[in-house]
């Protein structure tokens, strides 16, 4: 059975802080892995890596696979209270085209 | 272009009434995808589709349907509401290719009492 296990469940920090987000995998046929930001409503999507090594960057914001560790690593440098979200990460497999999601960690940044 | 819509945002049912959820799409996707969310427990697939007029069965598919008669649109029922189908449910869609993400609507808040 396909497993996505994300840590920490919940975080709280001081804005301006550096937090560093874990997802690990078990899948079979791993194609793709995503991240998501989720504040009120809906998922928004951050991410997607397929390659091991190669960071994505946006903003503030960066993360990076790893394959042969199976995990993936989402870094949110100075933080800011705009920021607190549940941070969901979601494992594709090749066929299908379904995720996997992981519980998601709830990130709180107090000012 | 609205992306993706859900009808309704909210609802209360009593246990054994039946209702159906409204996913609408603009974006000439080929899949789509509904799922629930609970307190603790991220998003859980309950069915999805990869074209007009197919279904396959996702992670929690039990006391739900799913028609996709239109590829714009795939519907969500429930045949006899439970106290244990309160959740929000998301919809969600996706291009074909590799480098596509899923795209979520707003969601539908159910409380069944």
């Known amino acids: 059975e396909d497993k996505v296990v994300q840590s920490p469940l919940s975080l709280v920090v001081h804005e301006g802080d550096t937090v560093t987000l874990n997802c690990s995998y078990e899948v079979t046929n791993f194609r793709s892995l995503l991240w998501y930001k989720q504040e009120k409503k809906a998922p928004t999507f951050l991410f997607m890596l397929?390659?091991?090594?190669i960071e994505k960057k946006s903003g503030r914001l960066s993360s990076i696979l790893d394959k042969k560790e199976l995990s993936s690593i989402l870094n949110i440098t100075a933080t800011q209270t705009g920021d607190s979200a549940i941070y969901l990460c979601?494992?594709?497999?090749?066929?299908?085209?379904?995720?996997?999601f992981g519980e998601g960690t709830q990130l709180t940044v107090n000012p | 272009n609205a992306g993706v819509t859900q009808t309704p945002k909210f609802r209360v049912l009593k246990t054994g009434q039946s209702m159906t959820l409204l996913c609408a799409q603009d974006m000439n996707h080929e899949y789509m995808y509904w799922y629930r969310q609970d307190p603790g427990m991220g998003l859980r697939l309950i069915h999805y589709s990869v074209g007009e007029g197919t279904t396959a069965k996702g992670e929690v598919p039990d006391g739900y349907n799913v028609s996709r008669l239109k590829k714009q649109n795939f519907l969500l029922g429930l045949e006899s509401a439970a106290p244990s189908q309160t959740s929000v449910y998301f919809c969600?869609?996706?291009?074909?290719?590799?480098?596509?993400?899923?795209?979520f609507g707003p969601g539908t808040r159910l409380t069944v009492t």
């Open positions: 397929t390659s091991s090594g």
């Open positions: 969600a869609s996706r291009g074909t290719g590799r480098t596509y993400e899923q795209y």
């Open positions: 979601a494992v594709e497999i090749a066929s299908g085209s379904r995720l996997t």
